[in-house]
Protein backbone atom coordinates (compact mmCIF):
# COMPACT_ATOMS: atom_id res chain seq x y z
CA UNK A 1 0.00 0.00 0.00
CA UNK A 2 1.57 3.39 -0.99
CA UNK A 3 2.28 6.25 1.61
CA UNK A 4 -0.42 8.96 0.90
CA UNK A 5 0.68 12.43 0.77
CA UNK A 6 1.03 16.02 -0.61
CA UNK A 7 3.50 18.57 -1.17
CA UNK A 8 2.22 21.98 -0.08
CA UNK A 9 3.32 24.55 -2.35
CA UNK A 10 3.41 28.30 -2.74
CA UNK A 11 4.01 28.76 -6.37
CA UNK A 12 7.06 26.82 -7.67
CA UNK A 13 8.47 26.33 -4.22
CA UNK A 14 8.11 23.51 -1.30
CA UNK A 15 6.83 24.63 2.16
CA UNK A 16 6.72 21.30 3.30
CA UNK A 17 5.38 17.14 2.60
CA UNK A 18 2.57 15.97 4.90
CA UNK A 19 2.23 12.50 4.97
CA UNK A 20 -1.08 11.75 6.07
CA UNK A 21 -1.73 9.44 9.33
CA UNK A 22 -5.44 9.55 9.93
CA UNK A 23 -8.56 10.94 8.97
CA UNK A 24 -10.94 12.21 12.07
CA UNK A 25 -14.25 13.42 10.57
CA UNK A 26 -13.16 16.68 8.27
CA UNK A 27 -9.86 16.67 9.00
CA UNK A 28 -6.81 14.87 7.33
CA UNK A 29 -4.06 14.30 10.05
CA UNK A 30 -0.20 14.26 8.42
CA UNK A 31 2.75 14.15 9.86
CA UNK A 32 4.99 17.56 8.55
CA UNK A 33 8.17 17.85 7.05
CA UNK A 34 9.50 21.46 6.21
CA UNK A 35 10.76 22.35 2.76
CA UNK A 36 12.76 25.20 1.51
CA UNK A 37 10.20 27.80 1.39
CA UNK A 38 8.65 26.59 5.31
CA UNK A 39 10.40 29.86 7.46
CA UNK A 40 8.81 32.23 5.06
CA UNK A 41 5.62 30.70 5.82
CA UNK A 42 5.79 30.04 9.22
CA UNK A 43 4.81 32.98 10.61
CA UNK A 44 1.62 32.69 9.14
CA UNK A 45 0.81 29.18 10.41
CA UNK A 46 2.34 30.44 14.42
CA UNK A 47 0.17 33.53 13.96
CA UNK A 48 -3.26 31.69 13.23
CA UNK A 49 -1.97 29.00 16.41
CA UNK A 50 -1.28 31.55 18.95
CA UNK A 51 -4.94 33.25 17.85
CA UNK A 52 -6.53 30.30 18.40
CA UNK A 53 -4.60 29.08 21.40
CA UNK A 54 -5.94 32.65 23.35
CA UNK A 55 -9.62 32.37 21.61
CA UNK A 56 -9.17 35.57 19.73
CA UNK A 57 -11.53 34.79 16.79
CA UNK A 58 -10.91 37.79 14.86
CA UNK A 59 -7.93 37.46 14.95
CA UNK A 60 -7.60 33.96 14.24
CA UNK A 61 -9.76 34.71 10.94
CA UNK A 62 -7.46 37.15 10.05
CA UNK A 63 -4.59 35.02 9.89
CA UNK A 64 -6.37 32.23 8.27
CA UNK A 65 -7.18 34.38 5.49
CA UNK A 66 -3.67 35.42 4.42
CA UNK A 67 -2.81 31.53 4.68
CA UNK A 68 -5.19 31.33 1.89
CA UNK A 69 -4.22 34.53 0.43
CA UNK A 70 -0.21 32.85 0.05
CA UNK A 71 -1.85 31.29 -3.05
CA UNK A 72 -0.72 27.70 -1.27
CA UNK A 73 -1.59 24.32 -2.56
CA UNK A 74 -1.40 20.76 -1.91
CA UNK A 75 0.29 18.43 -4.41
CA UNK A 76 -1.02 15.33 -4.60
CA UNK A 77 1.57 12.33 -4.43
CA UNK A 78 1.62 9.99 -7.56
CA UNK A 79 0.00 11.49 -10.01
CA UNK A 80 -3.24 12.44 -6.98
CA UNK A 81 -5.61 15.78 -7.43
CA UNK A 82 -3.95 18.80 -6.71
CA UNK A 83 -6.56 20.54 -3.87
CA UNK A 84 -6.44 24.49 -3.81
CA UNK A 85 -9.30 25.02 -1.89
CA UNK A 86 -8.39 24.33 1.71
CA UNK A 87 -7.81 25.12 5.31
CA UNK A 88 -4.40 24.09 6.86
CA UNK A 89 -3.28 24.11 10.68
CA UNK A 90 0.47 23.33 10.78
CA UNK A 91 2.15 23.07 14.64
CA UNK A 92 5.71 21.69 14.99
CA UNK A 93 5.97 18.49 13.05
CA UNK A 94 1.98 18.13 13.01
CA UNK A 95 -0.03 19.42 9.76
CA UNK A 96 -3.99 18.96 9.49
CA UNK A 97 -6.38 20.13 6.74
CA UNK A 98 -9.85 20.05 5.46
CA UNK A 99 -11.14 20.21 2.01
Given amino acids: MTEECWQLMC ?12 I ?21 FDASRDAWVR ?3 EAAMVADHRIRAAGLVLAGSEGGATITDFLIR ?9 W
Fill in 55 to 57: GDR
Fill in 24 to 44: DMFWTDCTFEPGPEWEVLRPL
Fill in 11 to 22: GDRLAGTLRMEA
Fill in 90 to 98: IHGGKARFR
